[in-house]
């Protein structure tokens, strides 16, 4: 007899954008004519990268001819990249990262979702309220989170509230926390830690022998200089701290998928009988026995967006999506709603008008101007009363999508 895994059957309802995708879809078919914008999930607009576009034509060639060719490349990925990543990313901001310490994948997600592989069952895991679902997501189905509660709240997981009231900045936790997910910037309030909070997080896990989960998807769209763009920037961090970074914000690849995890040497964690382990070492053997390696193709790809032209080029679209975020903030604040985000990420969360409940407001976005966002209550209870929209449309979408806000909503 097979039985399912029972902790599947304690998650409430779709995945957050699935279910997004379901009600427009829903819309769609009862509405075919109606023009939908979506500012629901955070997907680009914009093509790749030339420079991408370009190192792909040439490694497909390469792929073509025997001498070139390239079979499974090394799980961790190739060096041309990770030394390229180590150099812009952490050498250029004075931050050591040690080659064997970066380990490619196809994607954050992914490695956010499977991170929770390498710690004990009865680890607690503490998250920020609200927070993209799939921290929590992953950790209801490894079983270890409980019951879910009429509150919205899992019973075994520690939640950190983010909210206006303590300037998204989440107190320390009241109780024992073993994993703790950042997100910096934050998706999906736009918001950033000081350097002063992240030292605060940093202190905590070495004194609690805890961990940070330190997701930075969202790092190249930091602005303000003062903004740590890695939690390794921190005293101590390498000890306690695993980073995730994307390439799919920073260049594209939503589509294309790649992305990367760091885990210093340094980081280890305790057995039951006493014994500390680098979590490196099981990271490493997880990934190569579930993972065969980002395709080369993509990771050349990648590697493009490093060189100076490179940079140049995604700076430039990331300007594009940042004008969008002003649009939005602007344009929103005007109507006299309180809007946060969209200085150092490309999402805008606001309240909505008179605390209406998240997914009242999906409904009534949707039917009243044909616009797609995310209701804030999808990333956690601390969301509710709340609303994302990405920076990540098309200019005269993001334009026509306020204008129809304006003109069509009795806010
Ligand atoms: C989001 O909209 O929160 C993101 O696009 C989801 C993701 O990166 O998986």
């Given at each position: 007899m097979a039985y399912v895994n029972e902790n599947y059957l304690k998650l409430p309802g779709n995945y957050l954008f699935a279910e997004v995708a379901r009600r427009v879809a829903a819309y769609r078919d009862e509405h075919p004519d109606a023009d939908v914008i979506r500012l629901g999930i955070g997907d680009v607009t914009l093509p790749l990268?030339?420079?991408?576009?370009?190192?792909?034509?040439?490694a497909v060639d390469e792929m073509a001819k025997k001498e070139t060719f390239r079979g499974y490349g090394p799980e961790q990925g190739y060096d041309f990249l990770i030394d390229a990543i180590i150099e812009r990313n952490y050498t250029a901001r004075g931050v050591t990262v040690e080659p064997d310490e970066v380990f490619v994948s196809d994607g954050s997600k992914s490695d956010c979702g499977n991170i929770q592989e390498i710690f004990s069952e009865d680890a607690i895991v503490a998250i920020t309220d609200p927070v993209y679902p799939v921290y929590l997501d992953t950790n209801v189905?490894?079983?270890?989170?409980?019951?879910?509660?009429?509150?919205?709240?899992?019973?075994?997981?520690?939640?950190?509230?983010?909210?206006?009231?303590?300037?998204?900045?989440?107190?320390?936790?009241?109780?024992?926390?073993?994993m703790i997910y950042l997100c910096c910037p934050n998706n999906p309030t736009g918001t950033t830690l000081s350097r002063n909070e992240l030292q605060k997080w940093v202190n905590y896990a070495r004194e609690n022998d805890a961990v940070i989960l330190f997701d930075a998807a969202y790092a190249a769209y930091i602005t303000e200089p003062y903004v740590p763009r890695s939690i390794y920037?921190?005293?101590?961090?390498?000890?306690?701290?695993?980073?995730?970074?994307?390439?799919?914000?920073?260049?594209?690849?939503?589509?294309?998928?790649?992305?990367?995890?760091?885990?210093?040497?340094?980081?280890?964690?305790?057995?039951?009988?006493g014994s500390r382990h680098p979590l490196n070492a099981?990271?490493?053997?997880?990934?190569?026995?579930?993972?065969?390696?980002?395709?080369?193709?993509?990771?050349?790809?990648?590697?493009?967006?490093?060189?100076?032209?490179?940079?140049?080029?995604?700076?430039?679209?990331?300007a594009y999506y940042m004008e969008n975020a002003r649009i939005i903030r602007e344009g929103?604040?005007?109507?006299?709603?309180?809007?946060?985000?969209?200085?150092?990420?490309?999402?805008?969360?606001?309240k909505t008008p008179n605390n209406m409940p998240s997914w009242d407001f999906f409904d009534k976005l949707l039917r009243e101007a044909n616009v797609v966002g995310t209701p804030g209550a999808g990333f956690g209870p601390c969301g509710e009363g709340c609303f994302r929209l990405t920076a990540f449309g098309a200019r005269e979408d993001t334009e026509k999508a306020i204008d129809r806000i304006r003109q069509r909503l009795d806010i």
């Open positions: 990268p030339a420079v991408s576009i370009e190192a792909m034509h040439t189905m490894a079983g270890r989170t409980g019951k879910l509660g009429a509150d919205g709240h899992f019973e075994g997981v520690v939640y950190l509230p983010s909210t206006e009231e303590n300037g998204f900045a989440p107190a320390l936790p009241d109780r024992r926390a073993d920037e921190i005293d101590g961090a390498r000890e306690v701290a695993i980073e995730f970074r994307s390439f799919s914000k920073t260049a594209g690849f939503t589509g294309t998928r790649c992305g990367y995890t760091v885990i210093p040497k340094t980081v280890t964690a305790k057995a039951k009988d099981l990271w490493s053997r997880r990934h190569s026995t579930k993972f065969n390696g980002t395709a080369y193709i993509v990771q050349r790809g990648a590697a493009a967006i490093y060189t100076d032209e490179g940079q140049r080029q995604v700076a430039a679209n990331i929103l604040s005007a109507l006299g709603l309180s809007v946060f985000g969209g200085v150092n990420a490309p999402y805008i969360w606001l």
